[in-house]
């Protein structure tokens, strides 16, 4: 049944459970982000994409991969490469200083961004100038609404879902 177990005290204890919590990605969702809207403020859509892909290219993050490949294959030349844990990455995209991240990353960094209404967005600021957004969406198991009644129907009260996304996108 996809769980884990030590000793049949857990077993027993979850019996009794009335409250059951969830991860939303990979969990509830299929974990299969794709890029669903570009909001470009100082360039064009393509670019902005471009320059966003070009700091993801080497995360392994869900949503750093599906904005690498809406962008298909460019070749860009990216140094300077640094990562911020559950915030953003900054980099340098092919001579451009590129910020994509969070709406607190950006807000960090001293810029204020057009915050997105529904989904996921990873918001971006190129050379010092705040540029817009990239939205993006993940799909809800096909079976997670079944799951969530089953639960309901043993006994369980409550189902929490944790994220680390904003209200709307949960």
Same mark, same amino acid.
């Given at each position: 049944?996809?769980?884990?177990?030590?000793?049949?005290?857990?077993?027993?204890?979850?019996?009794?459970?009335?409250?059951?919590?969830?991860?939303?990605?990979? *969990?509830? *969702?299929?974990? *299969?982000?794709?890029?669903?809207?570009?909001?470009?403020?100082?360039?064009?859509?393509?670019?902005? @994409?471009?320059?966003?892909?070009?700091?993801?290219?080497?995360? *392994?993050?869900?949503?750093?991969?599906?904005?690498?490949?809406?962008?298909?294959?460019?070749?860009?030349? &990216?140094?300077? @490469?640094?990562?911020?844990?559950?915030?953003?990455?900054?980099?340098?995209?092919?001579? !451009?200083?590129?910020?994509?991240?969070?709406?607190?990353?950006?807000?960090?960094?001293?810029?204020?961004?057009?915050?997105?209404?529904?989904?996921?967005?990873?918001?971006?600021?190129?050379?010092?100038?705040?540029?817009?957004?990239? !939205?993006?969406?993940?799909?809800?198991?096909?079976?997670?609404?079944? &799951?969530?009644?089953? @639960? !309901?129907? @043993?006994?369980?009260?409550?189902?929490?879902?944790?994220?680390?996304?904003?209200?709307?996108?949960?």
């Amino acid at each position: 049944a996809g769980m884990i177990a030590k000793g049949g005290i857990a077993l027993e204890n979850l019996a009794k459970a009335k409250t059951a919590v969830f991860d939303k990605t990979g *969990t509830l *969702t299929t974990g *299969t982000f794709s890029v669903t809207s570009i909001d470009a403020k100082t360039m064009d859509k393509e670019k902005l @994409l471009a320059f966003v892909a070009g700091a993801e290219s080497a995360s *392994t993050h869900p949503i750093g991969r599906a904005i690498v490949a809406a962008a298909g294959n460019r070749t860009q030349t &990216v140094e300077e @490469l640094k990562e911020v844990p559950g915030r953003g990455i900054c980099a340098l995209v092919d001579g !451009h200083k590129v910020l994509a991240g969070n709406a607190l990353f950006m807000e960090e960094n001293g810029f204020t961004p057009s915050l997105a209404s529904g989904g996921t967005a990873v918001y971006a600021a190129v050379d010092g100038v705040y540029a817009g957004s990239i !939205h993006l969406s993940d799909t809800l198991k096909p079976d997670a609404a079944q &799951v969530l009644r089953q @639960l !309901h129907d @043993l006994g369980v009260q409550e189902t929490v879902m944790l994220t680390g996304d904003r209200e709307e996108a949960a």
